[in-house]
């Protein structure tokens, strides 16, 4: 048996095609959202675009998170993608906690994990989260033994979902680890017909693979 899981950061629009496509194939997965940067009952459709592509991601509204992310965990990724080590260490703790305190309250349920704005963590950040309930916090970082983590709340992945080495990886990590966890945008899908098709074919694949079991992210540290 190999254990997987996934998750994807940011909120933005594409996360509804990737909650469908990922109950279309049975898959766990994991959200990492910022609360300050969801309004409402409007989706945000303008604002920054993703590299040089012209492609806005965009945000869902507030109010439809939760039928959006239904049957999904969700998790901080602070208030409004605040990087450790750039503001103060108080603030950020206010802001990853503020935000846990936030998602909890409007799914009805605990929300440990967490996702480190722009892979960038600390050691006393790490602390701090760790100290304030956390019960990991995963980086950008890769590592071909998911379960040797030295701090719960510096979790390395096992590669992101476009690497063209994903499947090599995690043939590796049948014969390894036993774990293999992925994460991504799904803004980097853009609209692209054969970047979805791409995605969907690894959910298809792993769903037929008789020795795959989907995991909540928060069992990677149990």
Not at 1 to 27: F, H, P, S, T
Not at 62 to 70: G, K, M, R
Not at 143 to 161: A, E, G, N, Q, Y
């Amino acid at each position: 048996m190999i254990k997987v899981a996934q998750c994807w950061d940011d909120g933005v629009l594409n996360d509804e095609k990737v909650a469908e496509l990922c109950r279309k194939y049975e898959a766990k997965a994991t959200f990492n959202l910022n609360p300050a940067n969801h309004v409402g009952n409007k989706r945000q459709t303008s604002g920054w675009t993703y590299r040089d592509t012209g492609y806005c991601p965009g945000r869902l509204a507030w109010n439809e998170l939760t039928s959006v992310y239904d049957g999904f965990d969700v998790a901080s990724h602070t208030m409004c993608h605040c990087n450790a080590g750039v503001v103060d260490d108080r603030v950020f703790l206010t802001e990853a906690v503020g935000a846990k305190m936030l998602l909890e309250d409007m799914f009805q349920k605990a929300c440990t994990g967490f996702a480190w704005p722009c892979g960038r963590y600390t050691q006393t950040t790490a602390d701090l989260l760790l100290a304030a309930g956390f019960s990991y916090g995963r980086t950008t970082e890769y590592t071909d033994r998911v379960s040797s983590f030295k701090h719960p709340m510096i979790l390395h992945s096992s590669c992101h979902f476009q690497d063209p080495d994903f499947w090599k990886i995690f043939e590796t990590a049948k014969t390894t680890d036993q774990i293999f966890y992925f994460w991504g945008h799904s803004y980097e899908m853009m609209d692209d017909p054969a970047l979805w098709a791409d995605y969907e074919d690894k959910l298809r694949k792993l769903h037929e693979d008789p020795e795959v079991c989907w995991i909540p992210t928060t069992e990677l540290v149990k």
